[in-house]
Every structure is written in structure tokens, then in C-alpha cells.
């Protein structure tokens, strides 16, 4: 496992490289963790990254802003780029080795294939933004291609991704474990996000109202009301600090369909803060 005291990581752009990186540290017996990202890393990254350093020998985390994850109106050009900061705090967190492919290895000339998952990513972030998942599982796919892990770490943050990757990766038998792991939060209950630094001053006040929905979700479920006043209650903490709702949802944590009675729950949200959209969720637990 590598500590806190660690020497910087590699940073390798070569994806035959990173991959015969990879297969030689498992052949040494060595157990890998990987942890995809966006980069404009935080401690909710860096909690992936300590969480795998436990768990693994070596750590390899991917920093790709990945074009076809973003709509054509979305904020790809404006997306945050902090490579030196990242790779400082990869470091502090443990990782061995910092995966940046350029977008032309990823999509090479004539690249023609894509992966579609069907009924998991169809509603909720992928009925708003279409397409965004082929994107995420085409990438995904391809990472779990050029970093052959024994375990990759993804965040609870993004709910429905955790979902769609774990269904992309039993349909097609990807010899990796999936591990998802809490979303680490601001003091006022924000979720970390990269997105949240969009936020003008105003905007970061208004945007405590996503985690303030969700926890009055959480009390209605468990004072045993009808899903549908949970949902209102989600709805209810985002008009009261101007934020448009895109969807308050509580459905089935694995099928993301209705729950049934009796299991645990998630609740969805994601709303509009200014032109920053952002997102969140709670567990909810089993009820009598
Ligand atoms: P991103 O760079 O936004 O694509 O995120 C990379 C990974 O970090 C994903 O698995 C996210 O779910 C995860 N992540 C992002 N924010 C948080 C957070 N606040 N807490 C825990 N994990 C997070």
C-alpha cells in the first residue's frame, strides 16, 4: 500500500504503456485499484483514491475530460483543467500511477463503436442529457480495457453512473470489481463536485438546498409517508432557495425504478443553481 509519505506518481499518457504497466504489477502478485476521473480533483476524489490505497497495493487513477460524455450545449470547453494540482494532491492520497490519455487515443481516427446501456440509463441525468451515458460506458469500457484493475472505485455522488456501470460491466463480463464509496461533503452538506466552482458566491449559498431536500426527505421516509410527499419535500427545499428542480426522485437503489415496500430507497435530485447544474442523493433505509 502506498502512504501519505509517498513519492509523486508516474504520470503516463501511453495507453500500451499503462496497460503493460498494469498487467506487470499483478503479475508481481500486486492487487490494483483504479479510479477513473475527470480531474479538477477534491477530497471526494481523494477519498477514492485513500479508499483503493486500503484495499490495493498500487493505485492508478485516469484523469480524462471525456468529450462524448458532454452534450453539444454542455460545459466541455469550460470544464476545469488543474493537471499540477491534481497529480499534487494523487500524491498526498497514495496513487502510483496518473493515467492521461489524449482524446485521440481514446477516439482514435474512424472510431465507430459505442456502448449503450438500456433501461438503467435511461431516465433521470439520461433523459436529460442525452447520450451522456453511451459516453460515460463507451469511455468507462475502454479504461477498464487499458487499466485492467482488479477493483475500480466510483463515487455515490453519481448514483445513477454507479448503476450503469455496474450493469455494463456484468452484460459484458469485464473481469473487474466494482466498489462505490460515500460522498464526501462541505460543511453546510454540499456534495464535492468539481461543477461547484462555477458557483458565484450567491449561487454556493443556494446550492445547500439540494442536501436540505434530501434531509427532509430522509425524515418524511422515515416518519413513513408516501413516496410521493417524500419527493415533494425535495422538491419543496430547492424552491425555497430559487433552485429549478430537473428531477426529485425516490426509487429502487439498484433498478432505479419504484421501490418496492419494505426496501431501502434512494433519492435523486438534481436542480439548477444559476447555470450550474447540480446533483445529489441520499440512501434512504428499509422501513417497517
Ligand atoms: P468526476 O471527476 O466528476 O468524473 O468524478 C470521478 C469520480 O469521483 C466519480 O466516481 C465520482 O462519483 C466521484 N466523486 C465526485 N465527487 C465526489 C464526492 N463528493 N464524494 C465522493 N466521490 C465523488
Redesign the pocket.
Not at 472505485?153 to 453519481?158: N, Q, S
Not at 464509496?181 to 461533503?185: A, F, G, Q
Not at 456534495?191 to 461543477?195: D, H, L, N, V
Given at each position: 500500500m502506498n502512504t501519505p509519505s509517498s513519492p509523486a506518481p508516474l504520470v503516463v499518457a501511453e495507453p500500451r504503456l499503462m496497460r503493460d504497466t498494469i498487467l506487470a504489477a499483478r503479475r508481481a502478485g500486486r492487487r490494483v485499484g483504479f479510479?477513473?476521473?475527470?480531474?479538477?480533483?477534491?477530497?471526494?476524489?481523494a477519498?477514492?483514491v485513500e479508499r483503493a490505497a486500503v484495499e490495493c497495493d498500487d493505485v492508478v487513477v485516469s484523469?480524462f475530460v471525456n468529450p462524448k460524455q458532454f452534450g453539444p450545449r454542455e460545459d466541455l470547453a469550460r470544464y476545469p483543467r488543474t493537471l499540477p494540482a491534481d497529480v499534487a494532491l494523487l500524491g498526498a492520497s497514495g496513487a502510483r500511477w496518473v493515467f492521461v490519455p489524449e482524446a485521440a487515443t481514446a477516439y482514435p481516427a474512424g472510431h465507430a463503436t459505442s456502448v449503450v446501456v438500456a433501461a438503467p440509463a435511461a431516465d433521470f441525468e439520461g433523459a436529460i442529457r442525452p447520450g451522456h451515458f453511451a459516453g460515460v460506458a463507451t469511455v468507462v469500457c475502454w479504461l477498464f480495457n487499458v487499466v485492467p484493475a482488479d477493483a475500480a472505485?466510483?463515487?455515490?455522488?453519481?448514483w445513477q453512473?454507479?448503476v450503469v456501470v455496474r450493469r455494463m460491466v456484468a452484460d459484458l463480463a469485464i473481469p473487474i470489481a466494482i466498489e462505490v464509496?460515500?460522498?464526501?461533503?462541505e460543511p453546510d452538506g454540499l456534495?464535492?463536485?468539481?461543477?461547484n466552482a462555477y458557483l458565484s458566491p450567491d449561487e454556493r449559498r443556494r446550492a445547500v438546498a439540494l442536501h436540505e431536500g434530501l434531509e427532509s426527505a430522509a425524515r418524511h421516509w422515515q416518519a413513513g409517508d408516501d413516496v410521493a410527499l417524500v419527493e415533494e419535500a425535495i422538491r419543496a427545499a430547492l424552491r425555497a432557495h430559487d433552485v429549478p428542480v430537473d428531477y426529485a426522485r425516490v426509487v429502487d437503489p439498484q433498478s432505479l425504478v419504484p421501490p418496492r415496500p419494505g426496501a431501502a430507497a434512494v433519492a435523486l435530485v438534481a436542480g439548477r443553481v444559476g447555470t450550474t447544474r447540480l446533483l445529489d442523493n441520499l440512501l434512504l433505509p428499509p422501513r417497517p
Open positions: 479510479v477513473p476521473t475527470m480531474g479538477a480533483l477534491h477530497a471526494g476524489h477519498s477514492l484523469i472505485y466510483f463515487g455515490a455522488k453519481d453512473q454507479t464509496c460515500p460522498t464526501v461533503r456534495a464535492m463536485s468539481s461543477r
